[in-house]
């Protein structure tokens, strides 16, 4: 029945032949050849039916309409090319947007992570809510209690961080993991190539064994088949290699980067270089477990709590009341996603949103075509079309439609894809699992179809009841289902406005927000400065760092600067450590230094933190920092010398708001030994500089020499009229010729970093003018499409008003004003609602009060100009009538 | 053609074409037209089959393989399609054939009670 076997002309032949042989046959009972001609056809019946039900039974009914109306919807499509494409292209947008967000929704939190039973994978979270800390990290008697406890099939600590590696091709800096030695027994996943480690080793510090990246091994070993039982050098400490992960593996950290790790190191955490293991030392974190099969994770939480309360009597010193230590258990995809989560989930609703308006209205193109098809509708029912069959049809050009953009979309966002990832902060956990596959698919068709149904059914169900005597009869004018209908468009149209201006005003602060903090007065120039990185190697056993003190890294940073300053394009050079990067730097306590005044001292632990950076003299004069007060740094500030800083105006302001703070003491705490404190002298004040955030205003900020402390973490600065792909190059060498062990990596020009700095405000203010523009869009079509079918309805009445000797711009006026109305209720109410999201915005804004009224105002005024535009097109039509054409209408 | 206009002819009941035309074809392949004749003839004329009504009955014969179909030349030299029953044909036609008789004994029990 589905496939046709016999074609209607072989069956029309047998017909024949059949009459052929009854007309033989009555001929030879003898009647004359017109008589057993006439007899033979009455007998049969009627032919022409027979062939029908023949057609009818050899096919499948249901599929042949459906053809005609593909065929019928394509032709309709095809004859108003303007429509197609405005539909399609709001459909593709909607589509292509929603599906965007979707598949970013899809990898962070829908797929499961990678790994074997994903949902016993839990990470363990120590809290103190009695002193309103969170994430306190776990200490090592606690890890032990919790994998004895019987809860966990295992617990393990991890702690990320980059190391130097040597003894591959190139000194690299990498992304490592320090792991319990039952890490990959917990994740469950198998090696490529040798072991993983041994999940019962009990060594108390580093068991000196790694596991390696397929990358790493790829990378920087060239895919050594021998590369097992290898030695690595990780910040000079001798390593071995047993095992290298497959390609497809991929640590749960938080971001892109973290999943990245490319080697792995076990440990006890137990002896050097970690701390003394005891029970009020909280530095592991973060900790991920897996728990025995068969638990949930509420019952495990339930047993953990009755764990953690009886080691609470059992020690009481360790864990005060006041404290009420908690330890959570989150599930490890949760965790590793983040707060992420909410925004997330935000935009898909937003996104959402937009297409949803999208469908509202092609729903009100589509209504506006139907009235005027409204004729053409109740012919074809006049002369025998069932009701069944146009809706059918007309829901298959609405199907057709959305399948059209959907595809449109697709392929827009599949051209995008590259461009979109790039505009994605990097900062999104799981990012790298971002992809356009089936599920992304399928929710693009499933989108596309409920798209299709939503405005398909709109003018379907219209044409289920039209009343065909009045339509045929007045064919324009309202009736009173129609007059219902243009209620509810001109309500559409108004939420429209309403909420394009609530997302326009977003837009419009965010944007205001960025332009200011562009005009920002940084403090310093990042005009041809590059910044390049190095890494001094911490080695396990402090003994055994050749940097460990000023005075022996002395002759390096004095090497590494002559040589640096006779590379070509350079005029100055500096080095610092990486909280001296302008911008490019994460916060971190490390760099953050108790500060006790002299002669207002504080015990250590309630004296306030400030900001330390390390540089070397020439760093000020590099990045054009103004000495307001005092000296900068001198050649003769060295080792021997009594220690210096200098400080900023904000420190100044801050600590000695009615003193001279040249000449003051503070006592700091010095490198390598956070126990030993020093007195320093305050040498100079520069100028507050945006070295931590664009957005907020200097903090009290300190700068120590580097020929009086030691640092690891370098950057290299040089300026001059450099040639950027040339000079990461030949600074690598120049260090490397000092220091073969040293990588030299993470070359940046500071105005790339500033840029970078900016990529987060980028993304939302890209990402919410654009849904802001779609909205507006949107809009400006739906307030075209209302006005353009009141003008077609009122044409008459136009023409009488005309012949009457009504004044066109008053007509023009009329017209005008009605999309006025809407265009004005919809902003009355967009305000109300932009100025509650505007307050929930405040802390993402800079330099914009929420309520600022020339964003308010303006953004309203484009609105409404907007609005008036798209009425012009149908209201200029509306004053052309011509009075005599229009009074022949009917 | 007198008899046939003065009778009353019977309309067929519904479903028994198929068995009539299965029934036809079990002396052998025939075409349509030979069938339609047939027909007549064995019921004496009694039964009113509309020519036409036979082609799509055959057609669906043919769709679920109770009978197979081929081009030939018939007697008198046309061309004609003629219908063979097959295997499953002939099942079917037991089938129905069976089906048919009890039914009929059934009516006619019913009836016959009521005239007694």
Redesign the interface.
Known sequence: MFQRTRKASDFGAEIEAHIALETERLQEQGLSDEDARTEARRRFGNVTRVQERFYEASRWPMWDHFQQDVRYAARMLRKSPGFTAIAVLTIALGIGATTAIFSVVDATLLRPLLYPHPEQLVSVVDDLPGVGARDVGMSVPEWHDFARSGIFEYVSPTGGGDVNVTGSSEPTRILFETVGPNYFALLGVPTELGRAFDPEDQTPGFTLEVVISDALWKGAFGGDPRILDRDIRLDNDLYRIVGVMPASFRDPGQTSAQRGTQLWAAAGFAGPPAPEPLRASHFLAPVIARIKPGLTISEAQSRLDALVGSLQKEYPRDYPLQSAWRVRLVPLKQAVVGDVRQSLILLLGAVGLVLLIGCVNVANLLLARASSRGREMAVRQALGAERKRLMWQLLTEGLLLSLLGGVVGLVILYCAKGFLLQIVPERLPRLNEVTINWPALLFALLATLLAGAIFGLAPAWHAARPDLTRMLKQEGRGSSASREQARTRRALVISEFALSLVLMIAAGLLLRSFADLLQVQLGYNPQNVMAVRTWLPIPNDPATDIYRTPALQAPFLREVLRRGRTLPGVEEIAVGNVEALPLGHERSDLNLYPLIINGRETPSSEAPLVDGAIVTPGYFHLLGMTLLRGRLFGESDNESAPPVVVINEAFARTYWPNENPVGQRIKLRTAGDRASLTWNTVVGVIADARTESLADASAPRMYMSLYQRTAKDWAIFVRGQLDTAAIPVQLRAQVQSVDPELPVFGARTLSDVFSASLAERRFSMEIVGLFALTALLLAALGIYGVISYIVSERTHEIGIRLALGAQRHRILQMILSQGLGLAIAGAAIGLVGAVIVAHLMAGVLYGVRPTDPVTFVSVALLLIAVALLACYIPARRAIRVDPLVALRYE | ?TTQDTRERLELLQGTLDLLILRTLIFGAQ????I??AIQQTSDEELLV????L??AL??LE?RKWISAKWGI?R?N????FYTLTAAGRKQLVRETSKWNRLTAAIGRILESEEG
């Open positions: 053609m075409h349509g037209q030979g339609a004749r509309e020519h036409g009504a082609y799509p057609q669906r769709e018939s008198n046309r061309k004609a399609r």
